[in-house]
């Protein structure tokens, strides 16, 4: 960073990552956005990026971005960095690949007890009216679900990606979703899904169970495209 503009764009980077830093493992914006904000060429960004790497004030990973702090000792991808890396289109994906075979494990295993639970969830979910509570029904159903399994890492894996929906990224793509649906249709729409998912599930079959829950996913991921958010692989 010889230049002069270099050494400007150096230090205008440094106030930047000191701002954002308000915590170790804080995500920096993308290059093309910071080359932006800075006024300056990526190539002249990634050569300030490449001082502070070596300094120890942000690091890099593949596929993820960028990071205040320093680079963590023998964990490179902390699970924080992952919640901040995802995007909303890859969280769906994971939670397509998982679900389906909790709901199906969750038909082999529920009580009727446990079954009936599930079915005032998806009631009271078609009795929702507003978003937060249409919101906070669909979390505990999903939930629900994983805790019929009694399986504790399955337990895990659910409230990972239930944290996963809490981030900023998920936040800003499903008020897009929510207000193309609307509250009605919302309500309407996942209440009979999640009907079709505890019936299969209290009369204990897996197939069905899991095949509910995959079209159930399938239709959050088609509803978010539709949205405008770009479609897997885009």
């Not at 000191?18 to 080359?35: K, Y």
């Not at 909303?88 to 494990?105: D, G, H, K």
């Amino acid at each position: 960073m010889t230049s002069k503009r270099g050494q400007v764009v150096l230090s205008e980077l440094r106030r930047l990552v000191a701002d954002l830093a308000t915590e170790v493992g804080a995500r920096l914006p993308p290059e093309r956005e910071l080359a932006r904000l800075l006024g300056c060429s990526r190539e002249t960004l990634r050569g300030a990026l490449q001082v502070l790497e070596r300094e120890g004030e942000l690091w890099r990973h593949v596929g993820q971005g960028t990071f205040c702090g320093p680079r963590p000792l023998g964990h490179p991808i902390r699970e924080q960095i992952l919640v901040q890396g995802a995007s909303p289109m890859q969280l769906m994906q994971a939670r397509q690949t998982i679900e389906p075979s909790v709901a199906a494990e969750a038909a082999r295993l529920a009580t009727p007890e446990q079954a009936a639970y599930l079915a005032e969830l998806a009631q009271r979910g078609r009795r929702a009216r507003t978003r937060p509570e249409s919101e906070q029904l669909d979390a505990a159903f999903h939930r629900g679900i994983a805790e019929v399994t009694g399986n504790p890492i399955l337990l895990g894996l659910l409230d990972y990606l239930a944290g996963v929906r809490r981030h900023a990224a998920w936040q800003r793509e499903w008020e897009l979703t929510y207000l193309r649906l609307g509250v009605t249709e919302f309500t309407e729409r996942h209440s009979v899904q999640h009907e079709a998912i505890a019936a299969a599930i209290s009369e204990r079959d897996p197939d069905r169970a899991a095949a509910a829950m995959r079209a159930h996913l399938e239709t959050i991921s088609d509803a978010m495209r539709g949205a405008g958010l770009p479609g897997l692989g885009a």
